[in-house]
């Protein structure tokens, strides 16, 4: 007897075998951990300082600036690494935007190595011109803004509702508040968390920095220097020359924090299954009540379109009182006598059919960010993915755009189709576009690092013109092709 076996299972079983090497290479980009043995150097990076909100229940809250600079602006003086600062890795396009400038700093951590009043660089002298700028930025309540493994280094607070320690990224420049004249910071204490993995690393799960202003500080040799006393703060003079020497502390000690959930103390997440639950409720509500009040509507609009049909059948001459109430039509009445003016086409529907096709646009693109953040594929670790994918989402979905806007258009008649397929990827991102472009124009007059650079306007325009524009083109062809049924 002859067996015929069918190749199906044999099929099913060689994608079984195949599926886990895949599943081994993939990873998401910020979110694979980084281990470090004992005494392994761990780098600190430096980022932009921005303007940022001074904890306290009687702090000023007030935004008094809105320009980010560069660590390594020449009027802050801030020690720099042997060689010159250098770029850390190819920045994305949304962290560039955003205007995040990652450099190296001359900071030297070493895994679990505790090291106390540490030279950074040689005696920095700042005369008036630097003094007032940096006097100034205190004042407008500028913020260092470091990393250290990907991680912010801010400062530690708690709620006061709970008694839960919390991380703000970042920590200010210095200190104007109850001072006759702003104090500089010039001295740093960083303390890091770690978490045992075994096998002999060990992972970063927690960084904060206390700053503190002392004006006795000098150096000795190297590597070390004199810290001084905290009690006597430094003041830059205005008026003259003022000598800044730069030290650290580093202090190291463990952590029973997980390296997955480091980022919760940053984030104030709780618990987690509260919010998917939280979430899920909502969504569930929502939709609930959604298709509950469609179908009441979807009703009565089939009522009232059928009793506008009816009333076409009769003559004028026949609509008596009597007659209408006989055959169960009733006069309009509240709302419903409007009922010519809302179905009126509008005066204007090639404008209207471009915003609403963008508008489509942007929904799409909003859904798919929120699903993929929901999921955990927009790490925070990876800083800049949430704007890059914002951007590639809006451009992927331009035949989306493209489409609504010719149905819409079509749907009222419209016959300038040519100028529709034109303005719908044109008019509303050439305005944010161009509204953009001013703005930057200003950062680039105050020399701030928010600026974005020419060639990342190239990128953003060739982006533009070469995935959006055809995409949507396309969705309004497939748009004016189809037939308009009403």
């Known amino acids: 007897m002859r067996l015929s076996i069918s190749p199906l299972p044999y099929g099913i079983l060689s994608l079984l075998f195949l599926a886990p090497l895949p599943a081994t290479a993939f990873y998401l980009p910020g979110v694979v951990p980084t281990s470090y043995k004992e005494g392994a150097p761990v780098p600190l990076h430096v980022n932009r300082l921005t303007p940022m909100a001074p904890m306290g229940p009687d702090a000023d809250t007030q935004a008094h600036s809105a320009i980010s ?74 913020g260092h803004n470091w990393l250290v493994d990907g991680l912010p280094a801010g400062q530690p607070y708690r709620m006061s509702d709970n008694d839960r320690l919390y991380y703000s990224p970042g920590f200010p420049l210095g200190k104007h508040q109850d001072e006759p004249q702003p104090i500089l910071y010039n001295h740093f204490d960083l303390i890091i968390d770690y978490h045992d993995v075994g096998g002999g690393n060990y992972r970063v799960v927690g960084v904060w920095v206390d700053p503190s202003s002392r004006a006795g500080s000098r150096n000795l040799d190297e590597k070390t220097a004199d810290c001084g006393d905290e009690k006597a703060p430094l003041s830059l003079n205005e008026k003259g020359g003022t000598s800044v020497t730069w030290t650290y502390s580093v202090y190291w000690r463990p952590s029973p924090i997980a390296w997955a959930i480091r980022w919760d103390a940053y984030l104030h997440v709780e618990d987690p299954k509260i919010h998917w639950f939280s979430l899920v409720y909502t969504t569930a509500i929502v939709v609930f009540l959604a298709a509950t009040v469609s179908a009441i509507l979807m009703r009565a609009l089939k009522r009232d379109f059928a009793r506008y049909n009816r009333l076409e059948s009769f003559n004028l001459d026949d609509f008596s009182t009597s007659a209408v109430t006989e055959d169960g039509v009733q006069e309009d009445s509240g709302w419903k006598l409007v009922h010519g003016d809302v179905f009126r086409p509008p005066k204007n529907p090639l ?106 306007m190239l990128v953003l325009v060739s982006i533009w013109f070469l995935i959006s524009v055809p995409l949507s083109f396309g969705g309004s062809w497939l748009g004016f092709k189809q037939a308009v049924s009403l």
């Open 69 to 142: 600079f560069g660590y390594y602006h020449p009027g802050f003086h801030f020690c720099k690494p042997e060689g010159g600062p250098k770029d850390v890795g190819p920045e994305s396009l949304g962290a560039v935007i955003f205007g995040d400038r990652i450099k190296t700093s001359p900071f030297e951590l070493f895994m679990m190595t505790n090291e106390t009043c540490k030279r950074l660089c040689d005696e920095q002298k700042l005369d008036t011109r630097p003094a007032t700028f940096i006097n100034r930025r205190i004042r407008e309540n500028y």
């Open 351 to 456: 404008l209207l059919s471009i915003f609403l096709g963008n508008g489509a646009q942007l929904f799409f693109m909003t859904g798919i960010t929120t699903v993929f953040a929901l999921f955990g594929f927009l790490s925070p670790s990876n800083r800049g993915s949430l704007g890059t994918a914002m951007i590639m989402l809006y451009c992927v979905f331009a035949g989306i755009g493209g489409y609504v806007s010719a149905r819409v258009y079509k749907t009222f008649g419209g016959e300038n189709w040519k100028r529709n397929i034109a303005l719908t990827p044109v008019m509303v991102p050439a305005t944010v576009f161009g509204t953009f472009f001013l703005l930057n124009l200003f950062l680039w007059v105050q020399g701030s690092s928010g600026a974005v650079p020419f060639t990342t």
